[in-house]
């Protein structure tokens, strides 16, 4: 799995009928700074409200996912939301001029093909993930429904669907890495049966189906009247089937075709939890309304973790810069370079980490029997942090100077031990301006606030 996150190169743009809806619309895919997540943007409405990707804005799961927030809806988001994890795209914009994504051919695959000719472009964030601490698991006895996420370091899914049809019978499917979804997953078409067609139809639903979006799955015998209506239903001049099988005869792409799109609405569905999971998600006759309440079980699991405002730190990752390319850019040494890598970077934040050791030459006076790290050399390290941002703004970062000019609103919060690692947060109040940056400067132990204050610096050229 990439250990950093991404988006795409530049805007790439979809077209065609929703499912549901009917509607023909465009849905465009922008690049989107690091941090900023799945959104959708619906540009027909006024004002273009915003709608995030996130299971607290699911408002329906009758017959697909779709999400609500300041008072616009898109539908059907599932398939388009799979294609995003399946490419391990963290950040993009989808603009969409109706309410519904396309449904293309009824998959994933065409949403894939259209962001690959995107291209993809690394960001200087460390992905997010969730890694499942334990067993969490949803039950829906009614349905025998059940799905369960257990701890492992990778993204791992199976289905097992089983409908109780002589077509169909059990199923399964399964990835164990989602770099297989392309290839193994995305071209796997939605479905139905025979029977839910006239429901669906009645509840002003499937207004853009079509034989060539959908497969539509025959388990009984049906007369040559009834077949005359489907052809009215779906605008065809004619449609058959032979006895117990799919409709028009449609040749499927897989064997257990249905289990694998089953699949593929489990992985888009859980995006709505809102980070890359690193889990193995095991799942039996899964839907919609069961995937979108266990993505909400998921969803409070990592709330619990800790404040999503607090720069997560793994050490097992990459760093954005280490050691060497921070000194690269800061001209701070011994005793005084107190920043050991950068975690995150981007426009206008930068989060770094200092690992505190009973080595630290200043713990030989402050104090000896007591060692306490210095509260100036805690800002010291965290404008140290601040500098690295200002500095990324410029191309030959080596030629300048930063200066403190000030710092207000210091405040520290806790002792700082020997063995802590402190990871410091700067974030820019506003746009930098003739040199001049101002920024809020957090550091954290873990979940807890040990200092912070508001710094202002400048950035000078080296004289020549």
Same mark, same amino acid.
């Given at each position: 799995?990439?250990?950093?996150?991404?988006?795409?190169?530049?805007?790439? &743009?979809?077209?065609?009928?929703?499912?549901?809806?009917?509607?023909?619309? %465009?849905?465009?895919?922008?690049?989107?700074?690091?941090?900023?997540?799945?959104?959708?943007?619906?540009?027909?409405?006024?004002?273009?409200?915003?709608? +995030?990707?996130?299971? +607290?804005?699911?408002? +329906?799961?009758?017959?697909? &996912?779709?999400?609500?927030? =300041?008072?616009?809806?898109?539908?059907?988001?599932?398939?388009?939301?799979?294609?995003?994890?399946?490419?391990?795209?963290? #950040?993009?914009?989808?603009?969409?001029?109706?309410?519904?994504?396309?449904?293309?051919?009824?998959?994933?695959?065409?949403?894939?093909?259209? $962001?690959?000719?995107?291209?993809?472009?690394?960001?200087?964030?460390?992905?997010?993930?969730?890694?499942?601490?334990?067993?969490? =698991?949803?039950?829906?006895?009614?349905?025998?429904?059940?799905?369960?996420? $257990?701890?492992?370091?990778?993204?791992?899914?199976?289905?097992?669907?089983?409908?109780? =049809?002589?077509?169909?019978?059990?199923?399964?499917?399964?990835?164990? %890495?989602?770099?297989?979804?392309?290839?193994?997953?995305? =071209?796997?078409?939605?479905?139905?049966?025979?029977?839910?067609?006239?429901?669906?139809?009645?509840? %002003?639903?499937?207004?853009?189906?079509?034989l060539n979006n959908a497969i539509v799955v025959v388990d009984r015998i049906i007369e040559d009247s009834e077949l005359n209506n489907l052809a009215k239903m779906f605008n065809k001049e004619k449609v058959e089937v032979r006895k117990e099988g799919i409709l028009n005869n449609v040749e499927l792409r897989y064997k257990n075709e249905p289990a694998r799109?089953?699949?593929?609405?489990?992985?888009?569905?859980?995006?709505?939890?809102?980070?890359?999971?690193?889990?193995?998600?095991?799942?039996?006759?899964?839907?919609?309304?069961?995937?979108?309440?266990?993505?909400?079980?998921?969803?409070?699991?990592?709330?619990?973790?800790?404040?999503?405002?607090?720069?997560?730190?793994?050490?097992?990752?990459?760093?954005?810069?280490?050691?060497?390319?921070?000194? #690269?850019?800061?001209?701070?040494?011994?005793? /005084?370079?107190?920043?050991?890598?950068?975690?995150?970077?981007?426009?206008?934040?930068?989060?770094?980490?200092? %690992?505190?050791?009973?080595?630290?030459?200043? /713990?030989?006076?402050?104090?000896?029997?007591?060692?306490?790290?210095?509260?100036? $050399?805690?800002?010291?390290?965290?404008?140290?942090?601040?500098?690295?941002?200002?500095?990324?703004?410029?191309?030959?970062?080596? #030629?300048?100077?930063?200066?403190?000019?000030?710092?207000?609103?210091?405040?520290?919060?806790?002792?700082?031990?020997?063995?802590?690692?402190?990871?410091?947060?700067?974030?820019?109040?506003?746009?930098?301006?003739?040199?001049?940056?101002?920024?809020?400067?957090?550091?954290?132990?873990?979940?807890?606030?040990?200092?912070?204050?508001?710094?202002?610096?400048?950035?000078?050229?080296?004289?020549?």
């Open positions: 799995m990439r250990v950093k996150q991404h988006t795409i190169k530049k805007q790439v &743009t979809v077209s065609g009928v929703g499912l549901h809806t009917g509607v023909i619309s %465009n849905l465009t895919f922008l690049p989107a700074p690091a941090n900023h997540g799945f959104k959708f943007q619906r540009i027909d409405l006024e004002g273009m409200p915003i709608i +995030d990707a996130d299971v +607290d804005n699911v408002v +329906d799961v009758s017959r697909g &996912t779709t999400l609500e927030q =300041s008072g616009a809806r898109v539908f059907t988001v599932e398939h388009v939301l799979a294609a995003l994890v399946g490419l391990e795209i963290d #950040n993009i914009l989808m603009q969409l001029d109706g309410p519904e994504p396309p449904i293309l051919d009824g998959s994933s695959i065409q949403f894939i093909e259209v $962001l690959e000719n995107a291209g993809m472009e690394e960001q200087n964030a460390l992905r997010r993930f969730f890694e499942v601490p334990e067993s969490i =698991s949803y039950r829906d006895p009614s349905r025998e429904v059940e799905l369960a996420a $257990l701890p492992l370091d990778d993204y791992r899914v199976t289905v097992m669907v089983d409908y109780n =049809s002589p077509v169909l019978g059990s199923q399964h499917a399964s990835i164990t %890495n989602i770099s297989q979804f392309k290839n193994e997953i995305a =071209s796997c078409r939605t479905f139905c049966f025979l029977h839910e067609l006239e429901m669906l139809y009645n509840q %002003n639903l499937i207004k853009g189906g079509d799109h089953k699949l593929l609405d489990v992985v888009g569905d859980l995006a709505l939890v809102g980070r890359p999971l690193k889990a193995q998600i095991l799942a039996a006759r899964p839907g919609h309304a069961a995937n979108v309440a266990f993505a909400k079980k998921l969803k409070r699991a990592w709330e619990k973790i800790g404040p999503s405002h607090i720069p997560h730190y793994d050490p097992k990752l990459p760093p954005v810069m280490d050691i060497n390319q921070i000194s #690269n850019i800061l001209p701070h040494r011994y005793p /005084f370079q107190l920043l050991d890598k950068i975690i995150y970077l981007d426009d206008t934040t930068v989060a770094g980490v200092k %690992n505190v050791t009973i080595n630290e030459p200043f /713990f030989m006076g402050h104090f000896p029997n007591n060692p306490v790290m210095p509260g100036v $050399l805690q800002v010291e390290a965290m404008a140290q942090t601040g500098g690295i941002l200002v500095l990324s703004t410029v191309k030959d970062p080596e #030629n300048y100077w930063t200066y403190f000019l000030g710092i207000e609103s210091c405040k520290f919060r806790k002792m700082v031990l020997p063995g802590d690692t402190i990871v410091f947060k700067c974030e820019l109040l506003a746009p930098i301006r003739r040199g001049i940056a101002k920024m809020k400067g957090e550091a954290f132990v873990g979940n807890t606030l040990v200092c912070e204050a508001v710094m202002t610096a400048s950035i000078v050229r080296k004289e020549s």
